[in-house]
Nanobody, 125 residues
């Protein structure tokens, strides 16, 4: 049974940084793509970044390029989202997700099979 557990959210001032973690368990993820999404109140779930577990290829939404970095720790089955220069509009619940496949450039949340419970990120102005 696949389980994704996010951590690392919190309250930070604009311009600050946070690092989110997603601990993955329940299977071997070598053939998977891991993604980060976010959802603010009253909005649809939005793609942020993705990484292919094998090879480490990455893909970002335009608003995250240059500020966010997705990475993975193979030994500990953990995916990270380093977020720098945070803005109030980054405020949302951030979700980790997983899907089988190799195409990292897919931002549609419907193609992801597994989801974590989410972690709240709040950026104050």
């Amino acid at each position: 049974q696949v389980q994704l557990v996010e951590s690392g959210g919190g309250l930070v001032q604009a311009g600050g940084s946070l690092r989110l973690s997603c601990a993955a368990s329940g299977r071997t993820f070598s053939g998977y793509v891991m993604g980060w999404f976010r959802q603010a109140p009253g909005t649809e779930r939005e793609f942020v970044a993705a990484i292919r577990w094998s090879g480490g290829n990455t893909y970002y939404v335009d608003s995250a390029k240059g500020r966010f970095t997705i990475s993975r720790d193979n030994a500990n089955n953990t995916v990270f989202l380093q977020m720098n220069t945070l803005k109030p509009e980054d405020t949302a619940v951030y979700y980790c997700a997983a899907r089988y496949g190799y195409n990292v450039g897919t931002s549609n949340p419907r193609v992801y099979d597994y989801w974590g419970q989410g972690t709240q990120v709040t950026v104050s102005s």
